[in-house]
């Protein structure tokens, strides 16, 4: 077992050795987190929006994708299931003329973003998984640990009213700004070693689980973003829910084919 693992370690090796000695121009992966502008997604904690087709909010789109046009993009990824016909029917159809943009982030910045610069369609890339919160929260009440568990969820409740606070008071850009800095994404990531990693012992890794299978889902989604960088021009915007951001740029960056890039990279401000 140690003589295989140690031959893998070694082939894990080589590519990234390769990829450091090459002077191609790679392929640009930039990910843009982002709230669920249509309203509450399907999360612990939810942040209150108001309407993004307001006439506020429509002229901060605008400014947002002005913004975004400095990346070039070649390509558009967005969080829909992969293997659904709906997206580029929609995007066809809004081509057309023949489709009214909804609130939804996919609409507002994808789908805007990709008729501005001629793109013939959008790509699905998300995958579903498991999400065993609960198995988390009765493992902590069936050992003693409720008081630390409601803990958790009471700061959780707290961030998510903080959060929305700021989305009240701040320009599309500003909130998404605030979203994708570096300190934010990783506090993103952080988070979950600290609510549910300590939850579980042998044999009942719960908590430990949960954060593998939320793993599990993010390196599939970046699978299918990483299968669109096909050539060193590529230049892929991923548009998705900012609980992703950490994860995937994460992945990105440690990636020896790709190029991560930020959207402080496009506005020119700091990470």
Same mark, same amino acid.
Request: hydrophobic share 40%.
């Given at each position: 077992m140690r003589r295989t693992a140690a031959y893998l370690a070694i082939l894990a090796m080589g590519? #990234?050795?390769? #990829?450091?000695?090459?002077?191609?121009?790679?392929?640009?992966?930039?990910?843009?987190?982002?709230?669920?502008?249509?309203? #509450?997604? *399907?999360?612990? @904690? =939810? +942040?209150?929006v108001d309407d993004i087709l307001s006439e506020r909010r429509q002229a901060e789109i605008e400014e947002l994708i002005d913004v975004l046009r400095r990346f070039r993009p070649t390509k558009i990824a967005v969080e829909a299931d992969v293997g659904s016909r709906q997206i580029a029917n929609q995007y066809s159809a809004y081509l057309d003329g023949e489709y009214a943009l909804t609130g939804n982030e996919i609409d507002q910045i994808g789908f805007r973003l990709g008729k501005e610069l001629g793109h013939e369609t959008v790509h699905p890339v998300d995958e579903d998984g498991d999400f065993p919160f609960y198995r988390v929260q009765n493992y902590a009440i069936a050992n003693g640990r409720k008081e630390a568990w409601d803990s958790i969820l009471? =700061?959780?409740?707290?961030?998510?009213?903080?959060?929305?606070? @700021?989305?009240?008071?701040?320009?599309?850009?500003?909130?998404?700004?605030?979203?994708?800095?570096?300190? +934010?994404?990783a506090k993103g990531v952080a988070g979950y070693y600290a609510s549910f990693l300590p939850f579980g012992e042998?044999?009942?890794?719960?908590?430990?689980?949960?954060?593998?299978?939320?793993?599990?889902? *993010?390196?599939?989604?970046?699978?299918?973003?990483? #299968?669109?960088?096909?050539?060193?021009?590529?230049?892929?915007?991923v548009v998705y829910g900012a609980g992703h951001l950490g994860w995937l740029q994460q992945m990105a960056e440690d990636d020896p084919g790709v190029e991560l890039r930020t959207l402080g990279d496009v506005t020119g401000g700091t990470r």
């Amino acid at each position: 077992m140690r003589r295989t693992a140690a031959y893998l370690a070694i082939l894990a090796m080589g590519p #990234a050795h390769a #990829a450091t000695a090459q002077t191609a121009t790679r392929p640009e992966i930039l990910i843009l987190g982002t709230y669920h502008m249509r309203g #509450a997604g *399907n999360h612990v @904690f =939810n +942040t209150e929006v108001d309407d993004i087709l307001s006439e506020r909010r429509q002229a901060e789109i605008e400014e947002l994708i002005d913004v975004l046009r400095r990346f070039r993009p070649t390509k558009i990824a967005v969080e829909a299931d992969v293997g659904s016909r709906q997206i580029a029917n929609q995007y066809s159809a809004y081509l057309d003329g023949e489709y009214a943009l909804t609130g939804n982030e996919i609409d507002q910045i994808g789908f805007r973003l990709g008729k501005e610069l001629g793109h013939e369609t959008v790509h699905p890339v998300d995958e579903d998984g498991d999400f065993p919160f609960y198995r988390v929260q009765n493992y902590a009440i069936a050992n003693g640990r409720k008081e630390a568990w409601d803990s958790i969820l009471a =700061n959780g409740a707290a961030e998510a009213e903080r959060e929305s606070e @700021f989305m009240r008071t701040h320009t599309v850009l500003e909130i998404l700004e605030h979203m994708n800095a570096d300190s +934010t994404a990783a506090k993103g990531v952080a988070g979950y070693y600290a609510s549910f990693l300590p939850f579980g012992e042998p044999y009942e890794y719960a908590g430990p689980d949960l954060i593998a299978s939320w793993f599990q889902r *993010n390196i599939r989604i970046y699978h299918n973003v990483r #299968a669109l960088a096909a050539s060193p021009g590529d230049r892929v915007l991923v548009v998705y829910g900012a609980g992703h951001l950490g994860w995937l740029q994460q992945m990105a960056e440690d990636d020896p084919g790709v190029e991560l890039r930020t959207l402080g990279d496009v506005t020119g401000g700091t990470r």
